[in-house]
């Protein structure tokens, strides 16, 4: 397996576990797995309790961020591995910020919201920096003098 295959599968399944982490409700009864969605079957599979399929849930808008996550992270290889580790993470860390954001919408603990704030906070501003280091010409910087120096 390629450097590149084994970069993907590891953040897949970093992606994945990080995904049944933030679905995982604390404390919850787990015994009763009635869903009635496919989508909420996938992200869920550790949660209880009846859904309302007529309006998103928390488990379908986070299959869905997590579909729109990965579809991000597909890219095609441009030939430097830095960019390409960039153009990748950019999109996993929009999907961090997007599930955080569910969080905040539809969680109860107030300790696990504040981690949700500083989740986007955080990962907001490595996105910018990544945003500024691709927008960087690659190699190395020579600073030349100005005419006035």
Same mark, same amino acid.
């Given at each position: 397996?390629? /450097?590149?295959?084994? #970069?993907?599968?590891? +953040?897949s399944a970093f992606a994945l576990f990080? +995904? #049944? @982490?933030?679905? +995982?409700p604390i404390g919850a009864d787990t015994s009763d797995r009635n869903r009635t969605t496919h989508d909420e079957i996938d992200a869920a599979l550790f949660c209880s309790g009846a859904s309302n399929t007529s309006e998103p849930t928390?488990? /379908?808008?986070?299959?869905?961020?997590?579909? !729109?996550?990965h579809e991000g992270m597909?890219?095609?290889p441009a030939g430097d591995i830095d960019r390409d580790f960039m153009r990748m993470m @950019?999109? !996993? !860390?929009? *999907?961090? %910020?997007?599930m955080a954001l569910l969080q905040l919408k539809y969680g109860h603990d107030?300790?696990?919201?504040? +981690?949700?704030? /500083? %989740? @986007?906070?955080?990962? *907001?501003?490595? @996105?910018?920096?990544m945003r500024t280091l691709l927008n960087t010409p690659a190699g190395p910087t020579t600073i030349r003098p100005t005419a006035e120096q």
């Open positions: 397996m390629d /450097s590149r295959a084994k #970069l993907i599968a590891t +953040l990080c +995904l #049944l @982490i933030a679905t +995982l928390f488990y /379908s808008e986070m299959a869905k961020v997590n579909a !729109h996550m597909k890219i095609g @950019i999109p !996993h !860390h929009q *999907g961090a %910020i997007d107030e300790k696990i919201k504040r +981690l949700a704030q /500083s %989740i @986007i906070v955080e990962q *907001g501003q490595e @996105i910018a920096y």
